[in-house]
């Protein structure tokens, strides 16, 4: 199964090999029976590979090798807005001040650190139009939920208990009727038009004097810029409901658009995609939230303050909706986020946006002629194909997103947005050079050639990668934990 031979770390094993040398003991032995009692210690030592450093260095820079990454490879996966992160954000983060404190110290040692992210909250104010901004946050899915909790303690402190409905247009991303739900509503989904954006009339609808708020994605999913905002701002709020922006794809409007001036109540933002935060793999993210004056009564607490004393945390927020994480957010990634903002400057951010849109429309154009294109109008940071016509000679997406892997790419994000048949969505980011653009343009005009001269090649990729295909359901079902010598049956 395994292509290039490497041994697994277990089958490396050899019995008193070490990988590592510590210093001697020089604190007391601590009986941990007793420090933790019986039950929880245990009985024979765990069933750990024995190996020397250098097999431990050669193993883990195997395992790198087989795996994508914005370092290694361009990585088109759409709404995810995988763009280089840059070096100097890394360095920045691992400063002694930054990286060695910790959150219970003395607010009086950590000044600096709290004037960081009091200057972040600032600088996001700015970005977004709102009028405070929570770091608490961990992810996009998280601010929407944080966001959603505000929405409903606001309607509640009118005494409006009646506003159940969160509506959803189906071209959001899967994230927002989840939040919805979790947060305790019910989703009313509104259709898109024949353009892919809100159908208006449908909206008209939908809304009632049950609508706690409208979440919308914009751009949206297909990578569109919603034009009919204003007049859906204001359909909402004529209801009495909240406008809620789910901003994680600022890439497309940074610095040209801000969801303040649209009319949006509340916003998230990730910090992990627009902003350079590393991610990928379940890593740390950042979803802060923006809110109006009016909704600033129930962020969570405690909030950053400015006094004359210096920076401290406000915990008088009795009609907060409470703490929604431990300490104050995901502080390395903010270090990070603050670090592109100041590094980028206002004209910068501005640029970012032009290349991503820029980027995007260049693809999309040139790759028009060889996959359907469902929407054919300008997009923003992101464009979505339909791989229906190869369809009908027997090649699914999947087939090509898999055959992409021997190009050497991450393929983009597939059969998404539900509505799109086959679907392929591509956000190049703007920090793509146009040769690596057409080279990844080429690569999959030659997969649309195959398709129609030799599709065995793509219903059978990859070819080139340690393993070719997974079964998906058993590695989502069955991981595998725990290394297992395999018994005779296998
Ligand atoms: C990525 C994304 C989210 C979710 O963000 P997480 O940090 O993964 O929770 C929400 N909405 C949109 C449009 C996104 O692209």
């Given at each position: 199964m395994h292509k290039d031979n490497q041994p697994l770390i277990f089958e490396m094993t050899k019995q008193g090999r070490v990988g590592y040398s510590l210093p001697e003991l020089d604190v007391p032995v601590v009986d941990l029976t007793e420090l933790l009692g019986q039950e929880l210690v245990r009985e024979e030592f765990a069933e750990l590979p024995e190996v020397s450093e250098l097999d431990i260095m050669r193993h883990y820079t195997a395992l790198s090798k087989r795996n994508h990454g914005v370092d290694s490879g361009f990585y088109p996966l759409g709404s995810c807005t995988m763009k280089y992160n840059p070096k100097i954000n890394e360095s920045v983060a691992r400063y002694s001040g930054f990286a060695n404190i910790h959150p219970l110290q003395e607010e009086s040692t950590v000044q600096g650190a709290m004037e960081l992210m009091y200057d972040l909250q600032e600088h996001l104010k700015e970005i977004t139009g709102m009028d405070e901004v929570t770091l608490?946050?961990?992810a996009g899915a998280h601010g929407e939920w944080t966001g959603l909790m505000m929405i409903r303690a606001f309607h509640e402190a009118n005494?409006?208990?009646?506003?159940t409905k969160v509506i959803v247009p189906d071209?959001?991303?899967?994230?927002n009727p989840a939040s919805a739900t979790v947060a305790g509503f019910e989703t009313v989904t509104v259709k898109s038009n024949e353009h892919g954006l809100v159908d208006l009339e449908d909206l008209k609808r939908v809304v009632g004097d049950d609508t706690a708020a409208l979440m919308l994605t914009n751009p949206n999913t297909l990578g569109l810029f919603e034009e009919d905002i204003l007049e859906m701002a204001s359909i909402i709020h004529k209801v009495g409901g909240k406008l809620y922006y789910?901003?994680?794809?600022l890439n497309a409007v940074m610095s040209k658009a801000r969801p303040g001036d649209m009319g949006f109540d509340v916003v998230h933002l990730n910090l992990h995609k627009t902003f350079t935060g590393p991610h990928g793999g379940g890593g740390p993210g950042s979803g802060p939230v923006g809110v109006q004056a009016d909704l600033i009564p129930y962020l969570p607490k405690p909030i950053l303050i400015k006094t004359d004393e210096g920076f401290t945390f406000d915990y008088d927020r009795p009609e907060s909706i409470g703490r929604v994480k431990p300490f104050y957010g995901n502080f390395g990634i903010n270090v990070r986020a603050y670090t592109y903002i100041r590094t980028m400057g206002p004209d910068g951010l501005k640029k970012v946006t032009e290349y991503a849109v820029l980027n995007a429309n260049y693809m999309m154009r040139r790759l028009s002629p060889h996959f359907d294109l469902p929407y054919d109008r300008h997009c923003k940071h992101e464009f979505v194909l339909s791989g229906r016509r190869q369809k009908k000679l027997g090649v699914r997406t999947l087939d090509m997103a898999k055959r992409l892997l021997d190009f050497g790419y991450h393929p983009p994000t597939i059969y998404f947005p539900l509505n799109v048949e086959e679907g392929m969505m591509i956000e190049p980011t703007e920090t793509e050079s146009k040769e690596t653009l057409d080279d990844f343009i080429d690569a999959m005009i030659q997969i649309a050639r195959e398709v129609e001269e030799n599709p065995e090649i793509v219903q059978n990729a990859p070819h080139t990668t340690v393993i070719n295909r997974l079964d998906e359901t058993k590695a989502a079902r069955k991981p595998v934990l725990r290394y297992q010598k395999p018994t005779d049956s296998e």
């Open positions: 608490q946050p961990a005494g409006d208990f009646n506003r071209s959001a991303h899967g994230t789910d901003g994680a794809n």
